[in-house]
């Protein structure tokens, strides 16, 4: 469980969140929406102790994460983000094996055990044929899936993921959320994730925070649904959110130009 109290981000001299508040449980899946540049990459990385809070505390597990130290931090989280990996002579199942780095010694070896983690995470993920192909010939969604073999095998209660669908086609983005939404619910994962795709986090999701800049709102999807504060933050001259079919349309305005 992640717990913001009263935080407050910011990008330079611009505030992005101001005293925001919410609670992510395990075994719940978060769409972490909203505007591009307000704040969506800032938060899931401060969430992941890779940014700073300049107010306010982030708490795991009733633990404040700025007491944690980097290995704690590693077994409590696990952060995906969108960047792709350039590793030659690198396995798909020797870059999922890194995930258990938090739990080697010293030497960082790996022993049976691990490795039977870093088998049972890539079957979890849909990537256990990929398992001996080389790293820099994967395609963005095989190497996407294999990240998130990689988050698993780091046995993390939190995941936090950066914008996973951006570079996969509609069906795979579907595919890979629907694997997200069966970690938190069969698994009992909390697990968060940005995304632009409005469509998949109201069909998917358990629950979404949604940031309108400096405000932070969090509630369960049908609520936030009703609440009138998508259609105020995703709605144009040239855009119409429909609460009631969840669907986002283009104007006539739109149309015509």
């Known amino acids: 469980m992640i717990e913001l109290r009263d935080i407050r981000l910011s990008f330079g001299q611009r505030t992005l969140i101001d005293s925001a508040s919410a609670t992510l449980r395990c075994g719940t899946i978060t769409a972490l929406l909203g505007r591009n540049g307000t704040g969506k990459s800032t938060l899931l990385r401060a969430m992941a102790s890779l940014g700073d809070v300049q107010r306010g505390e982030i708490r795991v ?17 696990a952060f995906v983000d969108t960047s792709r990996i ?10 999922v094996a890194i995930g258990r780095s938090p739990y080697t010694d010293w030497l960082g070896r790996t022993g049976a055990e691990d490795m039977r983690i870093v088998d049972e995470a890539m079957t979890t993920a849909g990537v256990a044929g990929l398992a001996d192909r080389m790293v820099d010939t994967l395609s963005d969604g095989e190497c996407q899936r294999v990240m998130i073999a990689r988050a698993l095998a780091q046995t993390t209660p939190v995941i936090l993921l950066d914008e996973p669908t951006a570079f996969l086609d ?28 409005l469509d998949i986090a109201l069909s998917l999701c358990d629950e979404i925070a949604l940031i309108d ?15 009138g504060y998508i259609e105020r933050l995703f709605s144009s001259p040239y855009v119409r959110f429909d ?3 969840q669907s986002i349309t283009l104007t006539e305005t739109a149309a015509e130009g």
Not at 61 to 77: F, Q, S, V, W, Y
Not at 181 to 195: E, M
């Open 170 to 197: 509609m069906p795979n983005r579907y595919e890979l959320c629907t694997l997200l939404q069966r970690l938190a619910h069969r698994q009992g994962k909390c697990i968060v994730f940005s995304t632009h795709d």
């Open 243 to 245: 609460a009631a079919t």
């Open 86 to 95: 350039h590793a030659e002579n690198m396995s798909a199942r020797e870059l």
């Open 61 to 77: 597990d009733g633990r404040p994460l700025r007491k944690m130290n980097a290995a704690e931090t590693a077994r409590r989280i």
């Open 213 to 227: 800049s400096p405000r932070l709102h969090h509630m369960p999807t049908r609520q936030i649904v009703g609440s």
